[in-house]
């Protein structure tokens, strides 16, 4: 491997922060993206933050499979607020700016909510596994202590993998354009601005995302592909509509969120287009929160039926 000739340290030590261009592109839709990410952004953390709320409130709702939703609400609440708040400030001050520190923060954050993430989605597909195909061990299986012990590895596995990587990636030397044309501090567009040899760091996103995104994939795959055979067992097609209601709403999640972060990360790097890239990332770091209270509020009648309490509560109280 030819090592690229590092610049000299003066070049290193001006760079001490990055440009965000985001929709730079399109200069007379910003206060139009301004509004539209502002209502998105409001809509996540009020139907995130409900289901939180009725999860934790309606004892109907005590049940594994809705504290694992509970988490995942709370969680994409946290993921969504490592990037829209500076891609909101970014519109509407016209100031692209951040720091390198800050930078680095925001993509850190950023990973470690993601590999949190997928990690959840594969416990809350063993959790309909156990459910589905050992439903008289399910209780036993799928104890409290078990759901902590679950909900708290999901947390903190990726927390020092995150760090560590995202100090790998700032430890090269930027001395390229300053200019990241993404909305937010993204592995792909970072490593662009890199002038050092970037294999060790291309190949470490590779590991990253094979351990947090394949592996818990091919274990959701894996889970669903039992789950499938055990419904189409069934004997009455109204147990099979039942279960399968139950299952496609997280099987909706999963197809998009993991969908779109295998073809962003796991693609070779010279496919990589920015265009495609930062719609990719819209999918997975906005729209997949976004529609998720959405897919499992409207497609589950205990959550329906919990909100309606709630409403009316709240109704009779005022």
Same mark, same amino acid.
């Given at each position: 491997m030819n090592h690229q000739e590092k610049p000299p340290e003066d070049n290193l030590t001006e760079l001490?922060?990055?440009?965000?261009? %985001?929709?730079?592109?399109?200069?007379?839709?910003?206060?139009?993206?301004? %509004?539209?990410?502002?209502?998105?952004?409001?809509?996540?953390?009020?139907?995130? %933050?409900?289901?939180?709320?009725?999860?934790?409130?309606?004892?109907?709702?005590?049940?594994?499979?809705?504290f694992f939703l509970a988490n995942f609400s709370f969680l994409e609440v946290c993921y969504v607020s490592a990037t829209l708040p500076r891609m909101l400030m970014n519109l509407g001050t016209q100031r692209r700016r951040i720091s390198l520190v800050a930078c680095?923060?925001?993509?850190?954050?950023?990973?470690?909510? %993601?590999g949190t993430e997928c990690l959840l989605l594969?416990?809350?597909?063993?959790?309909?596994?156990?459910?589905?195909?050992?439903?008289?061990?399910?209780?036993?299986?799928?104890?409290h202590k078990v759901c902590i012990q679950l909900v708290t590895g999901s947390w903190t596995t990726g927390i020092p993998v995150m760090i560590g990587h995202t100090y790998q990636i700032f430890s090269l030397p930027f001395c390229r354009s300053k200019q990241i044309n993404h909305f937010f501090c993204d592995i792909p567009p970072i490593l662009k601005l890199a002038c050092g040899d970037t294999f060790v760091n291309e190949m470490l996103v590779y590991t990253v995302a094979v351990l947090f995104v394949m592996v818990p994939f091919l274990l959701i795959l894996g889970s669903y592909s039992k789950i499938i055979s055990i419904i189409l067992k069934l004997p009455s097609a109204t147990s099979r509509a039942k279960a399968f209601s139950t299952c496609s709403s997280h099987l909706m999640v999963v197809v998009v969120f993991f969908g779109s972060g295998i073809i962003t990360y796991l693609r070779p790097n010279t496919r990589h287009s920015e265009g495609i890239d930062k719609m990719l990332s819209l999918f997975y770091t906005i729209l997949t929160p976004m529609f998720n209270p959405m897919i499992y509020s409207l497609r589950n009648k205990d959550v329906m039926i919990a909100l309606k309490k709630l409403l009316l509560k709240n109704e009779l109280n005022i």
């Open positions: 001490v922060e990055f440009v965000l261009l %985001g929709f730079a592109d399109t200069p007379h839709l910003q206060w139009f993206l301004f %509004g539209l990410f502002l209502i998105i952004y409001i809509i996540i953390l009020m139907s995130n %933050g409900t289901i939180f709320l009725i999860t934790k409130m309606d004892p109907s709702l005590q049940s594994p499979m809705y680095a923060t925001q993509m850190c954050f950023v990973l470690i909510f %993601g594969a416990v809350m597909a063993y959790d309909r596994y156990v459910a589905i195909c050992n439903p008289l061990h399910y209780p036993l299986v799928m104890n």
